[in-house]
């Protein structure tokens, strides 16, 4: 019986983690170049004094649904995003390099370039200050031009470059703050074959429906386990009223 009441704690526990993110991914459903979370379970026996009889359910590191999302046209010129492999290199609040597909780029008051999350955005030498401009033109390497506000003659003046990045999948750990970084925590090498698309942002490639339907199954499982607690219980009450007669 106890180990049917272990099993069954386990398993509940692991499939709120998996509620956990499956909400979160519905919570970012409109958030531009969000990358799903995906839980992962697996069996493991509880190793101690005597034969591991006990098994329980354990927690294996979220993964990540890298399927890009789809491209949305905006017609807006600080609007990027990136066309096939490849990430933005922006500065985390943590002061470290990490990248994003969330190319809904912004001037603030400062003339900093930033994400539409307040992240600074990774140029050539570091972050990247826009002059005053008239207009800015984003090319499809990331080099990014302005015309001047007191040009005449429309004059384009290149400013940077966005740092595009293309480290294999296997090298990026996603963050809390739902930024990707690198596994050894170094700064990835700019990839001049990155291309980005302006005037179009890319969207989030959470399912809507995929993730209801999982959410339902994950209760399900809950209601599932939690009756196994209750009937270990009732059968444990059961077996001392039979010592109790005998």
Do not use: C, H
């Amino acid at each position: 019986m106890d180990r049917m009441l272990y099993t069954a704690m386990t398993g509940a526990r692991q499939i709120q983690q998996a509620q956990k993110l499956t909400a979160n991914n519905l919570a970012n459903i409109s958030t531009g170049g969000f990358r799903a979370d995906l839980a992962a379970m697996r069996s493991m026996p509880l190793f101690g004094d005597g034969l591991p009889t006990r098994v329980f359910a354990m927690t294996e590191k979220a993964g990540v649904d890298f399927t890009p999302g789809s491209l949305m046209t905006t017609g807006r010129e600080l609007d990027i995003a990136i066309n096939g492999d490849g990430w933005i290199a922006v500065q985390g609040r943590d002061g470290r390099e990490a990248y994003t597909r969330a190319g809904a780029l912004e001037i603030d008051t400062a003339g900093q370039l930033i994400t539409a999350a307040g992240l600074p955005v990774l140029g050539d030498n570091g972050p990247i200050n826009v002059p005053p401009a008239a207009q800015v033109v984003i090319g499809k390497d990331g080099t990014l031009s302005i015309v001047p506000r007191e040009s005449t003659a429309n004059d384009i003046t290149q400013v940077d470059r966005i740092k595009l990045v293309r480290p294999p999948l296997a090298d990026l750990v996603k963050g809390a703050d739902g930024l990707f970084r690198t596994r050894n925590g170094r700064p990835a090498e700019a990839d001049a074959a990155v291309e980005v698309i302006s005037g179009s942002l890319e969207t989030s490639n959470v399912n809507a429906a995929s993730e209801l339907v999982n959410m339902i199954e994950l209760a399900r499982q809950f209601e599932m386990q939690v009756k196994l607690m209750r009937s270990a219980e009732e059968n444990e009450q059961r077996a001392a009223r039979i010592l109790q007669l005998s």
